[in-house]
């Protein structure tokens, strides 16, 4: 089931950025040591208590030169299309201002549940202004300050309510579902109706033409599929057309509903910097990754093009060394037939488990090989291994002291992990625990 989606809305100034860091935590901070994964700051995964959701600052969503007022009603309505929960902000210092009760009127329209936070009530004789909030409708406003992380434990316990209940899955168990992500204009909806066999999604060159995401179902040789084709916006216009950050929030949602994720280059533009970034979202998600180089019918060609191209797809994403590569035209539905087989195998490593046995036979194996290292005289010790989940494979390894388990050898492992059992399309997770 996806992550709920919470989202941040509030007129200029009343500190939703402020607010949005705060819940996250140390995790908007984080750079990843894998080059080409980048976060984009107007979203990010969150946990409160048991709870895991997905937050966005609508204050990092960039209108242009829309008016004030406009700007403001815009990004409340991309925060409604994509919410679960709305985490209403005001400012306590001002009151309620008129820019205020025009954000309140959208939400009412909304019929999302709303839950009101008063910011910047630092100073507790502040508390009685409070009351005046009550008249914006939204029922309890909750007194925080964002600078300080006063009063956000009650304010998300109110906002986890909200949130809808679990479903069970095993009505989907066996069945494979993928999706397909890229920038605009890719040909991800052509490549959905290539797989199809027949047009089930519109197709058009105009960048963005996919209003809705298309879950199909489909089977091929035998085995279940649902193919799910990312969505650009919903709404016709100006601001969703230019707002490229709405449409990476519509492909967070598809990834978080895919086993496997296609990520579709187009050959003849070849490789950019947004192609990376969103390639990072599918590998940050732990989900497996099949790299579909589209429109390769439109490429000229000669004994060494796809060598060349390849080699170029791994040094800009060192990160899915792991994804195997598929040059495919959608359009002519050549090299079609090598991409099912793929998304299989994909699926497969990313549900696989090994014996705990043969996992330490191979760990210790490659310590044999290579030599654990030493920090200040204290050499790292392995005790044992064992795989704790699938989806993607995770392993926990034992040792003495985990700060010894520096990042050049957990690659090395986790590259001796890869030589003995495949786990090609798959990332892989090893985390290290000190052995009680």
């Excluded at 209940?165 to 909806?189: A, T, Y």
């Amino acid at each position: 089931m996806p992550k709920p989606v919470v989202a941040i809305v509030g007129r200029p100034n009343v500190g939703k950025s402020t607010i949005f860091n705060r819940i996250v935590g140390e995790r908007i901070s984080i750079v990843e040591d894998i080059p080409g994964v980048t976060r984009d700051r107007i979203y990010a995964p969150c946990e409160w208590l048991n709870f895991q959701f997905n937050l966005i600052d609508t204050g990092g969503i960039e209108i242009g030169d829309e008016p004030f007022l406009a700007q403001i009603r815009h990004q409340a309505e991309i925060a409604i299309e994509e919410a679960d929960v709305i985490i209403f902000i005001t400012n306590g210092r001002e009151g309620v201002t008129p820019a205020d009760e025009e954000v309140a009127k959208i939400l009412y329209r909304s019929n999302k549940p709303v839950v009101l936070a008063v910011n910047k009530m630092d100073n507790p004789d502040m508390r009685e202004n409070i009351y005046e909030f009550y008249s914006l409708g939204f029922g309890e406003p909750y007194p925080i300050s964002g600078a300080h992380g006063l009063g956000l434990g009650d304010l998300l316990d109110a906002v986890c309510k909200h949130f809808p209940k679990p479903q069970s899955e095993n009505d989907d168990e066996g069945i494979i579902k993928f999706s397909l992500i890229g920038r605009p204009n890719v040909g991800k909806s052509s490549l959905v109706n290539a797989i199809l066999g027949e047009e089930r999604v519109i197709v058009s060159e105009i960048a963005g033409t996919t209003r809705d995401a298309i879950d199909t179902k489909f089977t091929y040789n035998k085995q279940e599929f649902v193919i799910i084709d990312t969505a650009g916006m919903r709404k016709k216009g100006k601001i969703y057309e230019t707002t490229e950050k709405y449409s990476v929030l519509r492909a967070l949602k598809a990834i978080e509903r895919s086993d496997v994720v296609l990520v579709v280059l187009n050959a003849e533009e070849g490789i950019i910097e947004q192609d990376k970034r969103i390639a990072g979202y599918a590998h940050e998600a732990g989900k497996a990754v099949v790299i579909v180089v589209n429109k390769w019918d439109a490429v000229e060609k000669d004994e060494r093009t796809m060598r060349e191209f390849e080699k170029d797809i791994r040094d800009q994403f060192l990160f899915l060394d792991y994804a195997p590569i598929v040059f495919l035209s959608a359009k002519t539905k050549k090299r079609l037939h090598t991409l099912m087989p793929q998304i299989i195998l994909a699926s497969e490593n990313h549900a696989m488990r090994v014996q705990t046995n043969v996992l330490n036979d191979v760990i210790m194996d490659a310590v044999a090989m290579n030599p654990t290292p030493t920090d200040h005289g204290t050499r790292l010790k392995i005790y044992y291994a064992t795989q704790v989940s699938v989806k993607p494979p995770t392993f926990v390894i034992f040792v003495n002291d985990p700060e010894l388990l520096h990042f050049s050898y957990e690659r090395f492992l986790e590259n001796r992990i890869r030589d003995a059992f495949g786990f090609e399309g798959t990332p892989i997770k090893i985390i290290a625990r000190k052995r009680r």
